[in-house]
């Protein structure tokens, strides 16, 4: 399925860490925790999110953004969709086509509904993923091998579906303890060679693998909760991250990493930060 885009609105990801170039956000409008679906949301159930706190906070990041010479595309916030800001996991693209992501929360079915508008009229090649269920948040690519999270928001049968879709590309699937969510809350990949884990969320087969691939930059259990794995790379050695990470910020800056920090702190309390809070659509 084709769409018209612009020529100014090229779609190509190929990494985690290429120079991002556009990416879609969605303002907090409506966010708060309706229906716990993750350990985050569990602790901060009773104290909720402070919504004007939360889009304040996603304005700065959104400013920020921009002020790194980054698009932004925000999406139409609907009230039916508490968790919309996290667009992360709506889609992903890989490559020059858009592949939309088969809910696997209820809570959340519909929001990619939302992103598929949004490319009416557009010049992207779109692709729907059939064979259950597959959420953009368990997807990292790094150029010819996509990882590939198997958790309770991603399905085997969905892997599957995506490894007969993308023949040329290695698909590797990862199995983590699924009370992290998604894949992009135990690893992120940084560079070819660096990589930001959690070690407590994989089995030490899957640790063992990734070890060998890359420069594994460990996180702690107290900076996992407060997403320290969930940091957004925009190139050029250029990292957003939370202040409230100190360990992870230093070991970044020790490897040469220019550390953005910017307060997410009320949109973390429903489990996501700044990879979870975009959409890159161009890397280049």
């Known amino acids: 399925m084709s769409i018209a ?12 860490y290429d120079s991002l170039a556009r990416v879609i956000v969605c303002e907090p409008k409506y966010m708060h925790i309706s229906e716990v679906i993750n350990e985050t949301q569990r602790h901060y159930a009773d104290q909720n999110i402070n919504k ?45 086509t858009i592949f939309v992501s088969s809910m696997g929360s ?24 059939n064979g259950g269920k ?59 060679t660096q990589a930001l884990v959690f070690p407590s969320a994989f089995r030490k087969k899957e640790l063992d693998f990734l070890a060998k691939r890359y420069d594994l930059i ?22 957003f991250s939370l202040p409230v990470n100190p360990q992870v910020n230093n070991n970044l800056r020790k490897r040469g990493y220019e550390v953005i920090e910017v307060d997410l702190s009320e949109i973390i309390k429903s489990g996501g930060s700044f990879r979870c809070c975009t959409m890159p659509i161009l890397r280049k």
């Open 5 to 16: 885009l612009k020529r100014t609105e090229t779609v190509s990801c190929r990494s985690e």
């Open 52 to 96: 004007r706190l939360a889009a304040k906070q996603h304005r700065n990041f959104v400013r920020t953004l921009r002020a790194h010479e980054v698009e932004v595309i925000e999406l139409p916030p609907r009230q039916e969709f508490p968790e919309q800001v996290f667009t992360r996991d709506i889609g992903f693209t890989l490559d020059s």
């Open 106 to 129: 209820k809570i959340r079915r519909g929001e990619e509904i939302v992103l598929k508008n949004w490319l009416k009229n557009k010049n992207a090649r779109l692709r729907e993923i």
């Open 218 to 239: 460990e996180v702690s259990k107290e900076e996992q909760f407060s997403l320290g794995t969930n940091v957004l790379s925009i190139g050029n050695k250029k990292v």
């Open 134 to 192: 597959i959420e953009g948040g368990d997807v990292l690519v790094d150029k010819r091998t996509i990882y590939v999270g198997v958790s309770s928001r991603t399905a085997h049968s969905s892997i599957q579906s995506l490894r007969g879709m993308i023949p040329e590309h290695e698909v590797v699937s990862l199995p983590f303890n699924p009370k992290y969510l998604h894949l992009d809350c135990v690893l992120n990949i940084l560079s070819p």
